[in-house]
């Protein structure tokens, strides 16, 4: 039994992973050049309450049951996750009437702790909130990550597993012969293949025309966002949500698992997908500012330390694409709109379930479903730290001073996979400080060279074209 | 008649000075608050004067490049054929901060030196910026 | 776990901090130097331009060759240096310095600390410009380091954003080096940096200045393709219909620079002008032990200017060390009309104060005053990029101190 998984987000990465258990030949494709460098890469990074979910859809469904899944998944996979809790902030009746509404629906669909707190304790709780807030919705379950870190986890474990993973590997075509699915081609060659399941994220939509499957039908959603340095922390201290409107939770303003402050996003319907789609505007940006000042009106834009877009995968109707299809061994996890990062890990369970019924598979017990994080020396206490210099010198070696990131755990991330600058980056946070690289990027560059044996000019940030030095000063 | 304008350079002021020629000859000097102002402007109309700094390249050094400098200002025109003859040179480390890698740089009468010291042995690359 | 103690420790390598730990072991105090990087010396190496030590030195060098002349007064001063290592945290209860470098973590237990770690560069994401994230975006100062210390060439067609000095350093040096560099834009009327660097960077080699220019969109999805720039009126407002294209593959940001101060800033403030600790007529911050110096304060104009600050920030935390520097009452002062960057914030009065200002527009003619002209100097073509230094004697400290608020202001004539 083969079988492929197209695209290394985090929904595809956790299919992957789930796959493995039953000991069959998993391959993981991905266009990028490494994991999670698609709509994983920019989202809000929130674990969803689910309350915002309407109930007997399948969103609500497998938000509720991923939401549960969290706290071990992070315990197994050794990830951070953090389950700070969230407040829906309402500023007159008709926000409290939302507030009512909001807890009604959520308790039908079996989200617990729901709890709706008068003003006087949501700014004891929350002292920088606007003080003309009138109450809040209290969710205790709303939980941040950071979607990668999920990923990359999820994908190092498979790995461990017997996992192959295709980088840099574009799906081009499915071969579909009487009906069910023989194989794909990619830029790399064609691959045999007993099952194919489309995780495709923004290019669901032509993974699926390939089988010759009609849906999902997608349409890309713009989101920017604002990162703030780890000054404004304080700024909150759970996920802030304003009152819903009709096609959005609004413009958020959350810490991350971090320490900084994550404003935004935005939600801009685009006509189609095109390779600029991820740029901010200057409207979009001024509306995040608005939107977040609404909640804490003291907060400072002048920390920003990055600015960025993500485009989400958003499907007609609304509803995730998720189970088999007319193609027999063909299937989908697509339109994974939010709360698709929270839904991912019941997605992934309940995919792999079926395939397994589907083909009489059975799990193994050799599935290790552990995962060792590599150390990350900020979070050390002194023993550890020494311990681990004492074992090799280069954890000694602060290489970004905003995140205090080492040699040493740069050289572990790119020996467990990073190729590039923003590998480096997202799987040890060096360069997203507050300098941005300004300080460490050079050395990041180096060291990247270095390990891998290609000469600096061969780096890319991404893969693929965007080196970050042209040549030689003196060649 | 031709008329030259300069920002002077000689103190924070900046004075806007206009210098008017006939062919090469100097006819006036104006806009200037002080006589370094008109010393300054007859130099740039006549033989603009820079020293420059840039690197070469490093043989077997602890770093690739040496910065070097021209230890006397030289003419302003000879500033390309300076950077075309410095892309072809190379030293060997080490390098001496003040060694002088070209005597007389293009007949100017200025040494191309080091402006700092290079170490021969190659430490490891990836520990320092 | 392994500790020292010290009677002053310097945090930082730069011309701020070899000065200050001269100064320290020159007075008899036993000083360590602490500095993260493999060599001291700090950004001074990697500006390789001359234009360094005319006051301090009263010759011109360049950055290395300064930066090696500190480092000479610092080997015959006597004082330790500690390379490779880097603070990860200063308790300011016990004044226990946690540090870290490849010989394991230790603990610095000193009497005294000056603090000079210098600037980091506000980075891209601070100026919220449009567009997508392509690669080809530095800051000056990487670019810098790319260029003079790793032989590595950023782009081939080159604009900057922002005509402080480095920017206009940097202009030069990638013309020198075969780069196409289109332009130079800055937001003000003015130019950020010397006018020197104006003439000498840019004029001579035809590279433009365009003033009250911004930046309002860059473009490219995997390297940048092209920047849109536009007029901006006198807030600083881009004006519609001044948008024009410029073809780049590289854009130099050149757009501020922060003190790098946050690992003290929790426990002495910061001023939110300077962005540094507030510091007294002796460098002193407001944890009596912690001196602060050089561009971790404030961002200087000159590294003279820094080199002389981290002597005296040196001297006094000697001083400290050796018998506790009475506490006496020190005179808050504030910023009055034309006052942007403002060193120090107290005056004490027991020693003269040499103030540091920076006027946030160019003046032909002005007039310094503190403390409604107890002590006033007349000033000749002040500029934004060069700092105003104005001394208060003793005596002028001792009239300050019976007014109810000292102010700083700069009036225009």
């Known amino acids: ?475 | 008649m031709k008329e030259v304008n300069l920002t002077c350079i000689s103190c924070p002021l900046g004075c806007q000075i206009t210098v008017r020629m006939n062919g090469d000859r100097i006819v006036s000097v104006t806009g200037n608050s002080c006589p370094r102002g008109e010393a300054y402007a007859r130099q740039e109309v006549t033989t603009p004067m820079r020293v420059i700094a840039t690197s070469v390249k490093v043989e077997g050094g602890s770093l690739p490049l040496v910065s070097v400098k021209t230890d006397k200002p030289i003419p302003k025109r000879l500033i390309p054929e300076l950077m075309g003859l410095v892309k072809t040179l190379s030293v060997s480390a080490p390098v001496r901060i003040g060694q002088v890698l070209v005597d007389d740089v293009l007949d100017t009468g200025a040494n191309l030196v080091a402006t700092r010291r290079v170490g021969a042995e190659r430490t490891d690359p990836g520990t320092r910026t | 776990m392994k500790s020292y103690r010290t009677d002053v420790l310097v945090i930082g390598g730069g011309a701020a901090g070899l000065a200050a730990a001269s100064a320290a072991a020159e007075a008899g105090r036993e000083t360590i130097l602490i500095e993260r990087e493999d060599s001291p010396g700090g950004v001074l190496e990697q500006c390789i331009h001359p234009g360094f030590g005319v006051h301090r030195y009263r010759e011109e060098l360049t950055g290395p060759e300064f930066a090696a002349r500190l480092v000479e007064e610092l080997d015959a001063s006597g004082a330790e240096v500690l390379t490779g290592r880097s603070v990860l945290a200063i308790d300011p209860k016990t004044r226990a310095v946690e540090t870290v470098g490849p010989e394991g973590v230790r603990t610095i237990r000193p009497k005294a600390v000056v603090f000079a770690t210098g600037a980091r560069e506000r980075p891209f994401g601070a100026l919220r410009i449009p567009g997508p994230r392509p690669v080809g975006i530095f800051t000056a100062g990487l670019a810098q380091k790319l260029v003079n210390l790793h032989n590595l060439l950023p782009g081939r067609r080159a604009l900057i954003l922002g005509s402080g000095d480095i920017g206009l350093i940097m202009a030069r040096r990638l013309h020198l080096e075969g780069v196409e560099v289109v332009g130079v834009l800055e937001l003000k009327p003015f130019p950020g940096g010397l006018m020197r660097n104006v003439v000498q960077c840019l004029d001579d080699y035809e590279i433009p200045l365009h003033l009250s220019h911004t930046v309002i969109a860059v473009h490219g999805t995997k390297r940048l393709t092209g920047v849109t720039a536009a007029r901006v009126d006198e807030t600083g407002r881009p004006i519609t219909g001044t948008a024009r294209e410029f073809a780049v593959d590289t854009l130099i940001l050149s757009v501020g620079l922060i003190p790098e101060a946050e690992l003290i800033g929790r426990f002495v403030g910061l001023d939110p002008i300077n962005r540094g600790p507030c510091v007294d007529s002796r460098w002193r911050t407001r944890a009596p032990w912690l001196f602060a110096a050089g561009n971790s304060v404030a961002v200087f104009d000159l590294v003279d200017t820094v080199a002389a600050a981290g002597e005296s920030a040196g001297r006094f935390a000697a001083r400290f060390a050796e018998n506790d520097i009475p506490e006496v009452r020190k005179i808050p002062i504030s910023r009055g009309e034309n006052v942007l960057h403002l060193v120090p914030t107290e005056i004490d009065p027991g020693v003269p104060t040499l103030i540091h200002l920076r006027v946030p527009r160019p003046m032909q003619r002005a007039q310094v005053r503190i403390g409604e002209g107890i002590v006033s100097r007349r000033l000749i073509g002040v500029r934004p990029a060069e700092m105003v230094e104005v001394e208060v004697p003793v005596e002028a400290a001792e009239e300050l101190a019976k007014l109810a608020d000292v102010k700083v202001e700069v009036v225009e004539e």
């Open chain 1, 1 to 475: 039994m083969r079988i492929g998984v197209i695209g290394a987000g985090v929904v595809g990465a956790l299919i992957a992973r789930e796959l493995c258990r039953y000991g069959i030949e998993v391959h993981l494709f991905e266009r990028e050049e490494d994991v999670s460098f698609g709509v994983s890469k920019a989202n809000s990074g929130v674990i969803h309450g689910c309350f915002h979910e309407k109930p007997g859809t399948t969103r609500a469904r497998f938000c509720v049951e991923g939401n549960a899944e969290y706290t071990a998944l992070a315990r197994e996979l050794d990830f951070p996750f953090k389950r700070i809790g969230a407040h829906v902030i309402a500023f007159n009746s008709d926000d409290v009437a939302a507030l009512e509404r909001l807890k009604a629906q959520g308790e039908e669909i079996g989200c617990a702790g729901l709890e709706i707190i008068d003003r006087e304790e949501i700014l004891s709780r929350e002292p920088r909130v606007n003080p003309d807030v009138r109450a809040a919705l209290w969710s205790p379950t709303v939980g941040i990550v950071e979607p990668w870190d999920v990923a990359i986890a999820a994908v190092e474990n498979a790995c461990a597993n017997g996992l192959v993973l295709h980088l840099g590997t574009e799906v081009t075509g499915i071969r579909v012969t009487g009906g069910r699915v023989t194989g794909i081609a990619t830029d790399a060659g064609g691959f045999s293949l007993d099952a194919v399941v489309n995780a495709a994220g923004l290019y669901a939509d032509r993974v699926a025309r390939m089988a010759g499957v009609d849906r999902p039908v997608l349409h890309p959603r713009r989101g920017e966002y604002i990162l703030l340095d780890k000054q404004a922390a304080g700024t909150a201290n759970s996920v802030l949500f304003p009152a819903p409107t009709n096609n959005s939770k609004g413009i958020l303003v959350l810490p991350t698992v971090d320490g900084n402050i994550l404003l935004g996003p935005t939600a801009d319907d685009l006509p189609a997908l095109s390779p600029d789609a991820a740029a901010t505007s200057s409207v979009g940006l001024a509306a995040v500012v608005s939107g977040a000042k609404r909640l804490v009106p003291g907060l400072d834009p002048r920390l920003t330390i990055k600015t960025f877009a993500g485009v989400r995968p958003e499907p007609a109707g609304g509803e995730f694409v998720v189970g088999p299809t007319v193609v027999r061994g063909f299937y989908q996890a697509a339109g994974m709109r939010s709360p698709g990062l929270t839904a991912a890990p019941a997605v992934a369970r309940y995919l792999s379930r079926e395939i397994a019924a589907e083909f009489g598979l059975e799990e193994k017990s050799a599935f290790d479903p552990q995962r060792k994080s590599p150390p990350r020396f900020s979070e050390l206490d002194e023993a550890a730290r020494a311990a681990l210099i004492e074992e090799d010198s280069s954890y000694g070696r602060i290489v970004c001073r905003c995140n205090e990131v080492t040699e040493g755990e740069i050289v572990a991330a790119i020996r467990r996979g990073a190729r590039t600058v923003d590998g480096v980056k997202f799987r040890t946070r060096a360069g997203f400080g507050r300098c941005q690289g300004g300080f460490c990027t050079a050395r990041i560059l180096t060291i990247l060279s270095r390990e891998l044996g290609v000469p600096p000019e061969e780096v890319t940030v991404r893969g693929k074209d965007d080196r970050i030095v042209v040549g030689r000063v003196r060649p």
